[in-house]
């Protein structure tokens, strides 16, 4: 399965992280090839067997991995030993301090987030779309590491990965209202009478307003490059799943 590392978490030793793309997997048409998720109409031996590939990839016990139902909400659920690959818990952010336990949030458009605290040897997955990221998902998931792991916000490093970008996410009035409304009126783009948002923007704001560095964010957007990439939009809804991954060794 072709992945990704992020540069910024490359260095550590004591973690492994990557972003997945859609190929090398085996899932037919219109999930071709390395869909990961189980809701979206794939043959679920398929997406077992994609997700087997990624584990030996990334040297991981497949049932160990913890991902999520996703459901565009601010719920963050910390990670302990209840949780396995079969009981996916409702929310879209998993934080950890356990080894061997990989962390995965799944993407189609969305922006996948890894965040590490090497100090306190901490691990997160978010998932943000526009709805997460105005609901400050972000934010409230490094202040839920801090309650938890006591993780300090400037000891973080975080990666956004690909998602889609300003150039390709076409939004209406009423969005751009709320964006505006919630002091988020630079992600906007006007062009013609076409109104775009940049989620990404929202996302690096916040990190700003708290003082947050350590930052890579991986650009490709995935509508553009859809080929490469699970796109909702440019793949008119069937499709399948990109995924990020964070594993504490
Ligand atoms: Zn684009």
Redesign the pocket.
Known sequence: MKTVSPALLASFSTITAAFTSRLGGISKAPYTDANLAFHVGDNPEDVVKNHDLLADKLAYNRHSLIHMHQIHSDRIVIVDETLNFDTPPECDALITNRSNTPLMVMSADCTGILIYDPIHKAIGAVHAGRSGALNTILPKTIDAMNQTFGSHKEDLCIVLGPS??G??YEINETIASECEEKGYSCALRREDKKLFLDVNTILLMQLKRLGIEKIEVIQE?T??HHERYFSYRADKQHTGRIAGVIILR
């Open positions: 889609i970008g150039c390709c957007c509508s553009c």
